[in-house]
Structure formats: structure tokens, C-alpha cells
């Protein structure tokens, strides 16, 4: 099962919005609601941001959205702020032989 | 608040057996509609997902590190655990613990430990 495929990095300035595409197939991203995306600063775990495509945990800021059309899901946050500096990953079901598979991995940049 | 923490050895020697405990705080790990994961990420690299033990006992694992992973729960003491078994130099990775709904998300993860493989 291949990952995922993310840009590896993205950038913006306050205020300004950014997204991030994830690709996968009709066995993951296409083929289940079941994609989630994950903030990462560095050296810390993963935190939960979006899950079942566009639906936020309690907490999560609104300026972060979800989206899903065919094989790719995109994660934006719009009204960057500086804390948004981080790696985000996304994840998707794929199906009971595979079960989980996480993006490549998109390094966001606030100018 | 739920709370996991990652425990066990930070050393592995090449070919032997990678062994690490999740305590879980703040809740029961037998609480039903929950799983409970192992993922890890090597240094520099992303995240990938090792398996998961669900409230049951059931146990399911990625494909490609099946034959050589166990996941465990110790219900008692409120944790489960990982055995990885002949281990390369790359399984060096930070391992981390999640609680995450079967088929899902991830909502609840430990603070990774880092597993170094190395003679």
C-alpha cells in the first residue's frame, strides 16, 4: 500500500490562506469518508484536526476546513497565523486488507 | 483526560526483539467503540500506521510488518503493548500509542518514544 501523495511544503503569509491536496486511489481516499488530517510541530505527536473529511474535533479552530472531490482530499487553513507553522499529515482507510495509510507529509510555512 | 505514555527500551540490537508498553490514564482501555494503535515515524520521515488491538482483543496489522508484530492488551493494568520481532536499522523510528475509532481518526496520542536499532 503506497502513501499518500502531499506536497512537501506550502506557504503563506498572515492572514492568507493555504491548501493542502492529498491523493490517493479508489481504494482509500475515493472509496471511504474516512480521511483525516493531522497537525505536527516538530518534536511533538500528532494532534487530530479534521477527521471523516470535513468534520473538526471539539477545540480545532474553524479557520480549519476539509474537503474531498474523487481520489484527492485538501485540508485549508485560511487566516494563517504563525502557530499554523507546522507539518500536517493526512490518513485515509483503505479498506480491511490494508486498513490505514497516512500522506507524505506537507511542511506549511508562515512568511 | 485520556493520557498515554509510552514506555520500554530506547536500544534494540539488530535481529532482536523491539518491545514497548502503553499505559493509558484518564480512562479504560476496555471502554467499548475504541482502538488502540501503534504508529510510528522514523526520524525526518512520515508517519506510518504498525496495527491496532481493539476493545475486544481483535487484533489488526499493516500488511507489511504482519509477520512480525504483536499487539497485546493488558486489561488489569490498564495498558497494551508492542513486539516487534528481527529488527532492522529500519525500525528506528519514533513509536507512538493513539486511541483512534476502528476505520477512523486518531483523537488521543502519547508523546512517542524514540526506538533506536543499532548493535
Known amino acids: 500500500q503506497s502513501a499518500l501523495t502531499q506536497p512537501p511544503s506550502a506557504s503563506g503569509s498572515p492572514g492568507q490562506s493555504v491548501t493542502i491536496s492529498c491523493t490517493g486511489t479508489?481504494?482509500?481516499?475515493?472509496?471511504?469518508?474516512?480521511v483525516s488530517w493531522y497537525q505536527q510541530h516538530p518534536g511533538k505527536a500528532p494532534k487530530l484536526m479534521i477527521y471523516?473529511?470535513?468534520k473538526r474535533p471539539s477545540g480545532v479552530p474553524d479557520r480549519f476546513s476539509g474537503s474531498k472531490s474523487g481520489n484527492t482530499a485538501s485540508l485549508t487553513v485560511s487566516g494563517l497565523q504563525a502557530e499554523d507553522e507546522a507539518d500536517y499529515y493526512c490518513?485515509?482507510?483503505?479498506?480491511?486488507?490494508?486498513?490505514?495509510?497516512f500522506g507524505t507529509g506537507t511542511k506549511v510555512t508562515v512568511l | 483526560q485520556l493520557q498515554l505514555q509510552e514506555s520500554g527500551s530506547g536500544l534494540v540490537k539488530p535481529s532482536q526483539t523491539l518491545s514497548l508498553t502503553c499505559a493509558v490514564s484518564?480512562?479504560?482501555?476496555?471502554?467499548?467503540?475504541?482502538?488502540w494503535s501503534w504508529i510510528r515515524q522514523p526520524p525526518g520521515k512520515g508517519l506510518e500506521w504498525i496495527g491496532y488491538?481493539?476493545?475486544?482483543?481483535?487484533?489488526y496489522y499493516n500488511p507489511s510488518l504482519k509477520s512480525r508484530v504483536t499487539i497485546s492488551v493488558d486489561r488489569s493494568k490498564n495498558q497494551f503493548s508492542l513486539k516487534l520481532s528481527s529488527v532492522t536499522a529500519a525500525d528506528t523510528a519514533v513509536y507512538y500509542c493513539?486511541?483512534?475509532?476502528?476505520?477512523?481518526?486518531?483523537?488521543?496520542w502519547g508523546q512517542g518514544t524514540l526506538v533506536t536499532v543499532s548493535s
Open positions: 471523516e473529511v470535513s
Open positions: 488491538i481493539y476493545h475486544s482483543g481483535s487484533t
Open positions: 493513539a486511541r483512534g475509532r476502528p476505520r477512523n481518526y486518531f483523537d488521543y
Open positions: 479508489s481504494s482509500d481516499v475515493g472509496g471511504y469518508n474516512y
Open positions: 490518513s485515509s482507510y483503505a479498506g480491511s486488507n490494508n486498513f490505514y495509510v
Open positions: 484518564g480512562g479504560s482501555i476496555s471502554s467499548g467503540g475504541y482502538s
